[in-house]
C-alpha cells in the first residue's frame, strides 16, 4: 500500500533523528522539561506502544446481590438522613469534568455543513441544491429547531448576519445559513467552538439555561455545607476566560436564589499527562520541524487534576449529565443516598483499619471490636484470634464486595492483617449504576487483573474486553448495569491524609488507537480511564440507581429528549 507523501517525510525525520528509540535530542530534552515528562516517562510510553496493553479478564458482570446493592426505601431513607445530618461536618465539592470542545455534539451537522459550504463556495448560493437528502436526524435536527433552548439566540443571530429567520430559511432550504450560524460564524453562536458547559440545554419561563447552571442549581441542592457549594470545573485553556466570563454573569442569580456562596475552582490538563504519538512503525512521530507531536492523555489524566483536590466527599459528574428543574427530585436523592453509603462506609474501614493498627503495633491483646467478652479473641500481644479474623473476612466481602486474596487462609495472623490494612487503606468510591440500555459506554464487572489472586470490582469499557474471545464478549454482552458516572469519593485517609491518587490506577489499562494527522496515520495512547483505571486499585462500591438520573448529551437532538423538554413546542413540520 502507497504511503502518502507527507507520512514518508515524517519517516525520515524520524528514522534519522531517532535510529535508537532511546536517543534524545537536546531540542527533545527541552521539549520533555517544558511538559514536565520525564525521559524514563517517555521511554516507557515507547515500550508500551511496542508491547500494546492486555485486555480485562472478565470473571462476571456485577449482578443485584454479587456487586451491585439494591436498596430498599427503609434503607434508601436511611442513608439520605445520614448524609445531610453528617454533611455539615465535611467538605463536600463537586467535580465536573467540562474540557473540550462540544464538536462531537454536532458530527452529523458539521457534515452536512461541509458539504453545503462546498456547494455554496461553487455556486454562490445560499440555497442547497433542490435534489438534497438530509440525514434522518439532521432533518429532525431542523424540523425540531423551535424546541431548542438555543433557537431564540439562533434567530436573533441569523437575522443578524444574513438578514434573514430561520423559518425562512428552512423554507428555502438556506441550511448553509442556519449552521454557519450555529456553527461557526464569529459572530454567531460559536457552538462547534465552545465547550459544552456554555450551550443553551433547557428552557424555563426566565430564560434558558446553560448546562453550566444546571451544575450550580445542583450543588445548592445536594452539595453545599454551611451555605457554601464548591465546585471545581477542568477547561480548557481556550475556554477559560469565556467560561468565567458567562459563570460571573449567572453566578448571582443562583446565590440569591438559593441563598448560597459559591466557591469555584478550576484546573487545565496538565501537559505532564500528554502522551507522545508514533508511526505504525512504533517510532516517534514528529511534525515539520522535527518536533516531537504530543496529544492530550484522555479523561484518564484528570486524576492528576483530581489529586489536588481538598475536600472531605467528592461527588464526579459529567458536564453533559443534567435535567431541568422538574425533574430533579431523583437526582437529589440519589445523590444525598450514594454520599450517606461513603460515609457509613468509610467511617466502618477507618474503624477496621485503627483496630488492624492497634493488634500490629502490640497495643491490644484482644479484638477492639468484640464487645464485653474481649477475652475470647485475647491471643498474643500482635496476633488475633480465628474469630477476629473471620470478623474481618465478612466486613470485606458482605459490606464492601471486596474478593479476598485466594491463599488468604494460608497465611500467619499477622500476614492477615497485613493484608487487610493494604486492602482497607485505599481511596474510596461509590458508584451509581444503572440498568443497560444498550447506551454506548461501559460497565459494572469483577475482573482479574494481572497478579492478582482474586477478582476486584472495576468499570470496564468495551474497548477493554476482547470481543474475539466468545466468552469474553459474552460476559461483557450480558451485563444488566450501565456506568452513567455518577460517583462519589473519599480521597483520604483514615488518619486524614490524602492519598496519592496515581498510586491507586493501574498503568495496563491504558488504550492505544490510530488516529490521523494531516492525512497520516499515527498511533496515539490515551491514559488510564478516569473512572476505569484510572481508580482500578480504589474501594468500590456499585450501587442500583434510576435511569432518570442518566440524561446524557452526546449529540444536539438529545436535547429533544423528555429529560431535556420542560415544555416542547411544535416544529415547522410534522
Known sequence: M????TFAIFVVINKSKNKNMETLTANDLQQLQQKGITQEKLQQQLRDFKTGFPFARLVAPALKGHGVLSLSSQEQEHYRKLYREEAANNKILKFVPASGAATRMFKNLYACYESLKDYRNATHQDKAPENIELKPDVQEFFDRLPDFAFYEELENALNKIYGKSVASSLINKEYFCILDTMLENPQGLRYGKLPKALLLFHNYPDGPRMSLEEHLVEAALYASTQGVCHLHFTLSPEHREEFRNRLSQVLPK???QYKVRYDISYSEQKPSTDTVAVTLQDEIFRDEDGRMVFRPGGHGALIENLNEIQADIVFIKNIDNVTYDALRQDTITYKELLAGILLQSREAVFQK??????????????????GADQSRHAVGASCPDQAYLQELKDFATQQLCMALSEDLDSQSPEQQLEWFRQALNRPIRVCGVVKNT???GGGPFWVLAQGQKAP?????????VDMGDARQKEIFNTSEFFNPVDLVCSLCDYKHEKFNLPDFVDPKTAFISQKSVKGTD???????????GAMAHWITLFVEVP???????KTVNDLLRPQHLAAPVSGFRN
Open 2 to 5: 502507497a504511503l502518502h507523501s
Open 254 to 256: 443562583y446565590e440569591s
Open 353 to 370: 483499619l485503627r483496630e488492624i493498627d492497634s493488634f500490629l503495633s502490640g497495643e491490644t491483646s484482644s479484638s477492639p471490636s468484640a
Open 438 to 440: 444498550g447506551e454506548p
Open 456 to 464: 476486584s470490582l472495576q468499570i470496564v469499557e468495551s474497548s477493554q
Open 522 to 532: 499515527i498511533k496515539a495512547m490515551e491514559l488510564p480511564g478516569l473512572w476505569n
Open 547 to 553: 435511569q432518570t438520573v442518566f440524561t446524557p448529551v
